[in-house]
Nanobody, 124 residues
């Protein structure tokens, strides 16, 4: 089982950038696809991006495609989310988690097991 700790959030103006990090511990990290998810104010948690276990394939929600880039370093047990051209609607708490493709979208492998998340606020 993989435990995660997210960091890197903050307050940024629209058009700015942030780089989120996810430090994973536990066994088998390099065996799991990893996903980033977010939950905005008053909204459900939603999928943002995913990366395959080896890092060779990536997927993005339409709302962030072309602006966000997901990467991982299996030697360091980390996953990153580079967020550029941020918009106010990107304001949310961001979470990383082991992920699996659920037919329509990426979903968390363990929906009841989340890290503390990292808050991103984009001002207009």
């Amino acid at each position: 089982q993989v435990q995660v700790a997210e960091s890197g959030g903050g307050l940024v103006q629209a058009g700015g950038s942030l780089r989120l990090s996810c430090a994973a511990s536990g066994s088998g990290f390099s065996s799991y696809a990893m996903g980033w998810f977010r939950q905005g104010p008053g909204a459900d948690r939603e999928y943002v991006a995913a990366i395959s276990s080896g890092g060779g394939s990536t997927w993005y929600a339409d709302s962030v495609k072309g602006r966000f880039t997901v990467s991982r370093d299996n030697a360091e047990n980390t996953v990153h989310l580079q967020m550029n051209s941020l918009k106010p609607e990107d304001t949310a708490v961001y979470y990383c988690a082991a992920a699996v493709f659920g037919g329509r979208s990426w979903v968390p492998l363990n929906p009841r097991d989340w890290g503390q998340g990292t808050r991103v606020t984009v001002s207009s």
